[in-house]
């Protein structure tokens, strides 16, 4: 292979999307699929199931029936790639499977790190070139599909590197000072009350700083559902060692002096030593994230559990709203957006928003579902529509735990979902509710909205063979990947 380290990073990056091009021409493409989502959102469960009923597609193709490669029977074979072939840690699919699949069946893990699986799909094309190249070749077309899986609060950390050290502090102080998090954040609040950015700098108080303002981080995604929380790292730190360049959090500083210098960067001050790992942070840890792994993708999907949100109520329900908003400028493709500057252009062309476990209400909420999700990203939307990338909403559940039914309540009967929620001996029959369409008013939060228990995995096989019954999973995939399995 030539080595083009010495050409310029736009010139090496122009050079392989030529060859990728040239590349699917030839039936061999690769098409990179990132999947990330807020904490929780079932991105582990999505991949696992989306892995599964692509290798059981031969086998039982009614599962996939949307998927167009899967349902016009054009999918010749489907099998994984060796370990040796991922630069990244390879996602544990037989493991999840397995769990899953158990005598007493339990859902995987959540993601803390990166890693990445691939799938090697053969198919015969159905355009006129690719048929002709393959009838020329003698061989099947080739689509190698690379799934990598990254928490989604790392996705959060790209909306700093827009901010300073000072203007990061003020903006999470004020979100600090209200609601939940004034609660949360009491000890840490009163530690920093204490230590000014304009006292000496010293290792000991900054690392006392951030333990405190991490454990906040932790009890609000965990004990209260809150979403915008960053920086993403503190809370799923991955493989990233610890060690004093991540001993910062936000401080007290004062207003910026007519030069511009806020007083938390007055030389040898622990304002100046927090700036100074903030900034560290930005270039050494999300700047080079986004260098090394985001050129490679072309295709994004954002796991969002909306039903959650609304669940833990209107603080939360805003704080995911924000969060989303903050996801998706970072995705702006046009000039100016953040990762067009590091990435010297847009990259990805297709991303999904897709609101999670739609089994958990009756199919004919399933629909409200996707329009809540769309209403909550439409606004910042709008910057990725003008760019000429393609985006869309959809409800989706990666594995069917629950059965519809009715019941009737007060008089009226309703459908209902029956499941057995984990930990308990039998199903029971939940009514969730009515899920709206819109982000709810402000006095439309008095009474809670949704009656949603997380449900036990369905009896499952562990082989690729039946496949696992899913909502629109397929429909999302053809979507993301229909047009690379032409």
């Known amino acids: 292979m030539i080595n083009l380290s010495w050409l310029p990073p736009i010139v090496v990056q122009a050079s392989e999307r030529l060859a990728s091009n040239l590349g699917e021409l030839a039936g061999g493409a690769t098409v990179w699929l990132a999947v990330t989502g807020l904490s929780r959102s079932g991105k582990t469960v999505f991949i696992t199931s989306l892995i599964h009923n692509l290798l059981s597609a031969l086998h039982n193709p009614y599962r996939m029936p949307l998927l167009g490669v899967v349902g016009e029977r054009r999918l010749l074979s489907t099998s994984l790639e060796s370990e040796s072939a991922h630069r990244l840690p390879r996602f544990p699919y ?45 061989t099947p077309a080739t689509v190698t599909l690379r799934v990598v899986d990254y928490p989604g609060e790392w996705l959060l950390d790209l909306a700093l590197l827009d901010q300073s050290f000072a203007d990061w502090s003020r903006a999470t102080l004020r979100l600090f000072r209200g609601g939940a998090r004034a609660e949360i954040g009491r000890d840490f609040l009163t530690f920093i009350a204490q230590h000014r950015s304009r006292e000496p700098a010293s290792d000991e108080i900054a690392k006392q700083a951030h333990d405190l303002y991490c454990a906040c981080l932790f009890k609000a995604r965990d004990e209260h559902a809150l979403a915008y929380l960053q920086p993403g790292r503190f809370l799923c730190r991955g493989t990233l060692p610890d060690g004093p360049y991540l001993w910062f959090a936000p401080l007290e500083v004062g207003e910026e002096n007519p030069a511009g210098i806020a007083e938390s ?48 109520g209107r603080e939360a329900f805003e704080d995911t709203r924000r969060a989303i908003a903050t996801m998706v400028e970072s995705f702006r493709y046009g000039h100016g957006g953040i990762l067009s500057k590091l990435l010297l252009g847009p990259h ?25 999700l769309r209403n909550m990203a439409a606004l910042p939307a709008l910057d990725v529509m003008s760019s000429h990338a393609k985006l869309d909403v959809t409800a989706i559940a990666s594995v069917i735990c629950t059965a519809e039914d009715s019941q009737v309540i007060d008089g009226h009967r309703v459908q209902v979902v029956v499941g057995r929620p984990v930990g308990a001996k039998s199903q029971s029959k939940f009514f969730v509710g009515n899920v709206p369409i819109r982000p709810p008013r402000a006095d439309a939060w008095a009474s809670p909205f949704l009656n949603v228990p997380v ?19 397929d429909l999302a995939l053809e979507f993301l990947l229909g047009d690379r399995l032409r």
């Open 265 to 312: 960067t007055a030389p040898h001050s622990l304002g100046a030593l927090m700036a100074e790992r903030f900034e560290g942070y930005k270039r050494e840890v999300v700047s080079r994230f986004y260098e090394d792994h985001f050129r490679h993708y072309s295709r994004q999907i954002v796991l969002v559990d909306v039903l959650r949100a609304l669940l833990a």
């Open 455 to 473: 449900f036990e995995p369905p009896a499952l096989d562990p082989a690729p063979i039946e496949g696992i019954a899913h909502i629109n999973l």
């Open 94 to 138: 037989l493991r999840n499977i397995e769990k899953m699949a158990g005598q007493f069946p339990d859902w995987p893990a959540r993601t803390t790190d990166i890693s990445e699986i691939g799938l090697k799909l053969r198919f015969t094309p159905a355009n006129t070139i690719g048929r002709l190249v393959s009838e020329v070749t003698g």
């Open 348 to 372: 990805i062309d297709r991303t999904l928003f897709a609101a999670t476990k739609a089994d958990h209400v009756p199919d004919i909420q399933r629909d409200h579902l996707a329009a809540l």
